[in-house]
């Protein structure tokens, strides 16, 4: 059934926000970032959202806490964000059980060098007509 | 005579909303490590003068955070949309502000 027989891929994620007042620790299977190209995503973030799920119990908030802002963006999705410096921090599908046990947690948050590769893009069809999407990795119209 | 367009913009939960009329400029992507912190990937914008931003709803629901010694980043403070990159404090840019893209209604060239 699975491919190889071994250990799991497990990797420890390190990330915080702009200002450095709320951090996060999550211990998870390396995934690699997604971009989502959706105009809510762009409203929020000037430009696509680049994430990767990490499931909700895994990820640890080490600090900051209280800074911590969520804004309901739609019936089924909250959208997490530094309240002192407005760092994006994760999109959350917490209504949406296919997904809700994970967040869509930033990419740009995490301590470099990631170690990360890009997987795809989706809600291209959505994207802003200033630019292309360039490459040969998977390009979705919607998910 | 340089070509200007107008332009209109909001956060995502719509508490602030701004337009104006400013020189039809390239956009520029910003990939430093503070704006990918920001806004989990580099930072699309559009520079302007500041004068030639106007703010038609919410204006005080704007937060700024002073990200360096020379400049301040906006966001909304409801919905926490990355708005405006402002070079306040240096003394040749003081007078401009960038727009984050995705926040601009219209589609730009």
């Known amino acids: 059934m699975y491919g190889e027989v071994g250990m799991s891929d497990l990797k420890i994620y390190k990330g915080k926000c702009l200002c450095g007042e709320v951090s996060f620790k999550a211990e998870a299977p390396k995934k690699e970032v997604g971009l989502c190209h959706c105009t809510m995503c762009r409203r929020w973030n000037s430009g696509p959202f680049h994430a990767l799920a990490v499931p909700f119990d895994a990820l640890k908030v080490e600090s900051g806490e209280e800074n911590i802002s969520y804004y309901r963006s739609s019936d089924y999705a909250r959208r997490a964000f530094c309240s002192n410096c407005g760092s994006s921090l994760f999109y959350h599908g917490d209504k949406i059980p296919e997904i809700a046990h994970e967040v869509y947690f930033s990419a740009g948050l995490l301590e470099e060098p990631t170690g990360l590769k890009m997987a795809g893009h989706i809600f291209c069809a959505s994207k802003g007509d200033y630019y292309e999407i360039e490459g040969d990795l998977p390009q979705h119209e919607t998910v | ?109």
Request: proline residues 5%; contains cysteine; glycine residues 8%.
């Open chain 2, 1 to 109: 005579m340089t070509k200007t367009m107008e332009f209109k913009g909001r956060c995502l939960c719509g508490e602030v909303a701004f337009e104006g009329e400013a020189p039809d400029e390239p956009i520029s992507t910003c990939h430093c490590k503070q704006c990918r912190q920001w806004g989990s990937g580099p930072f699309d914008a559009y520079s302007l003068p500041l004068k030639n931003l106007q703010f038609t709803a919410g204006e005080d629901a704007v937060k700024y955070y002073e990200s360096s010694d020379f400049a301040r980043r906006g966001f909304c403070s409801k919905c926490g949309s990355n708005l405006f990159w402002h070079a306040d404090r240096h003394p040749q840019w003081k007078d401009r502000i960038s727009i984050a893209v995705g926040a601009l209604e219209q589609q730009l060239a």
